[in-house]
């Protein structure tokens, strides 16, 4: 009986042609065509490591020298800004299949585990008071804490799952929902399933702004037509031959929900194995979805986001949207306060866009 190879001896001179030890320490010398290969500068990649270069470390044997903890997010981020497979990785850095996978699973915890509680802090009131200005200063919507959606995260069936992870693309998918700030950052993200959020300490109604007239308003969210409309999820007046303030709410509305397209626009740009099938288990696809959330919290940077809405149109990938995320019947109440803002919208108070009058 053969005695099976402990390294393959392709794997062996790694050091001499594998692209960890040569390509990737050439693009340090060039900083656009690092952001190309890895979707980020190496001060920042370094800055990255340090953070979660000790969750990486693992112990070297008298049989082989553990993976650097370097090479391990190396792979992993030319994985997630690509969505190359395993064994296409394991050929170009000269390691084995598993040995790729292995590290992909374990920086995408590492970088769960160690930078969620800073890039998605526990919410206050005096944080949705700030993002609610930000969203009246600048995009004309009063009282918003965020603008709200879900995508299709598109999988390999998993093994006997049946139709559990099935969608109405006829494809298997796991779901990103997540909430959405006026500078384009992510301030709630769940991944596979809704569940239930925890209270995330919305502040009490407030009058919306330089008018009193309608009274106290709830801090709300705003959504397309695929969420139920709730007094703290505003969504859009269904029908085009409606009246005119009704259309100035829908446009003032659409105008905020734009934030979390683009957001979601970013984010699949930077991070394009959200355009591929994800070939893990389920648990693992949560872990790589939400390290790319993570991510883009991380490296969000204002002089870039044009960048990568552009590279996101020229390719014209988008994610794929969810269709319903609840009942469309509204209660008494919440029907009460969308028209409140429609009054809102069409008194001198706030009448603050010049679009309005295109409407």
């Known amino acids: ?23 990737v320490a050439e693009l340090r010398l060039d900083n656009d065509r690092h952001l190309t290969y890895f979707r980020m500068s190496a001060e920042q990649m370094d800055e990255l490591l340090s953070v979660v270069g000790p969750e990486l470390t ?19 981020l030319r ?22 996978a292995g590290s992909v699973h374990l920086t995408c ?18 944080m949705w008071r700030f993002i609610a200005s930000k969203f009246w200063s600048k995009w004309n919507f009063p009282n918003c ?30 779901v990103l929902l997540a909430l959405v700030d006026a500078d384009y950052k992510f301030t709630f993200v769940q991944v596979g399933d809704f569940g239930r959020a925890k209270t995330l300490s919305v502040p009490a109604e407030n009058p919306l702004p330089g008018s009193g007239v309608q009274g106290p308003m709830p801090y709300t969210m705003v959504a397309d037509a695929a969420f139920p409309l709730k007094t703290y999820i505003m969504r859009p007046f269904p029908g085009n031959n409606i009246p005119r303030w009704r259309r100035i709410f829908n446009y003032r509305l659409s105008r905020a929900r ?20 994800l070939n893990v288990k389920p648990q693992n696809a949560d872990y790589v979805v939400m390290a790319t959330c993570i991510l883009h919290n991380y490296l969000m ?23 319903n995320m609840g009942g469309n019947r509204g209660s008494r109440e919440a029907y009460d306060v969308r028209e409140r803002f429609c009054t809102f919208f069409c008194s001198p108070e706030g009448r603050v866009s010049w679009q309005d009058q295109m409407v």
């Open 79 to 100: 994985f997630l800004g690509t969505g190359e497979s395993f064994t296409s990785l394991a050929l170009q850095y000269r390691l084995g299949t598993s040995t790729v």
């Open 145 to 174: 804490i965020g603008a709200i959606d879900g995508k299709h995260v598109n999988i390999v069936a998993p093994a006997h799952s049946g139709s559990l992870f099935f969608n109405y693309k006829k494809a298997f998918s796991i």
């Open 301 to 323: 940077n204002p002089s870039q986001n044009q960048r990568w809405l552009d590279e996101a149109e020229e390719r014209g990938n988008v994610l794929p949207p969810v269709r």
């Open 58 to 76: 693992r112990q070297s044997t008298n049989y082989r020298a553990a993976i650097e903890p370097k090479q391990r997010l190396a792979i992993t």
């Open 109 to 126: 915890r590492a970088i769960e585990r160690k930078m969620k509680a800073t890039q998605f802090p526990k919410p206050t009131e005096d």
């Open 258 to 277: 734009m934030v979390v397209e683009c957001a979601f626009g970013i984010l699949s740009s930077r991070w394009r194995v959200l355009h591929t099938r």
């Open 1 to 23: 009986m053969r005695r099976r190879m402990w390294v393959h001896p392709i794997n062996l001179r790694r050091r001499l042609f594998g692209a960890f030890h040569n390509l």
